[in-house]
């Protein structure tokens, strides 16, 4: 049974929508969010369909139901607030630009945190870095449709004493606070399918656009990164983080990414109503 987890931090009228990643929780995104909302931000954690229940629920759902969730969150925010940022991390990363691409006025700005294209990291194994592409057509043709990956050790935290906690609520079974511990070949398949979507937009995204990203992310690497730069369109700036493995808004430079990130979006509200003066 899928859980409700999902929260709004209210603030001032700019708004900060927080995308977690496949087979995660909006519980990844919380530091964060309180951290905007100490800067006077109103934050939305929002909750992908299909997560925070078991495997069924996530299998039930695929990238279209994903992203359809994160234009309904968007749409509630929006009413909310004057102004409108998207942050994600990992594959919310791409379900932000998706959005930003999709709706360039009602996006003022990203924040791209660990964003995953392809997962090429260190933790994962060469078949999963080198074979991936083949993932969608092996499972339309019914191969893997009970296989997973299952989470390697560190689980994307670097910080000992929070991965314990996390991790410990995912293997035990609390998907609300920890994710799922695998992602279903099947659900890795959307992913790839959305990814290669998005790969696609890039040019179309005009958004300013915050890049932070872990130099030791074990699950997806700084190529991921280098083609952020490459493509997109709008203006952006990247930071890349020493201290911290992929899950940056919870790991030990958490504090890095509320600082920088609250920071840009202010700079960003600032220079409107500059332009508009």
Known sequence: MI??????LPGG???VLLIHGLTGTPAEMRFVAKGLQRHGFTTYGMQLAGHCGNEADLLATGRSDWFQSVRDAADKLAAQVDHLFVAGL???????????AERPEQVAGLGLYGTTFRYDGW???WYGKHLSFLLPMAVSLGIGKHTHFHEQFPYGIKDERIRQRIAGAMLSGHSDEGGLPGNPWPSL??????????RKLLPQVVAPSLILHAREDDVASLANVRHLERELRGPHETQ???????MITVDQERDIVIERSAAFFKRLVESKAATRA
């Open 13 to 15: 009228r700019s708004g």
């Open 240 to 246: 890349i983080l020493d201290k911290s493995y992929h």
């Open 189 to 198: 398949a959307e992913f790839y399918r959305l990814s290669w979507r998005v």
């Open 90 to 100: 990992s594959m919310g990363s791409l379900l932000a630009l998706r959005l930003a």
């Open 123 to 125: 933790t994962i194994p």
């Open 3 to 8: 859980k409700n987890v999902e929260y709004i």
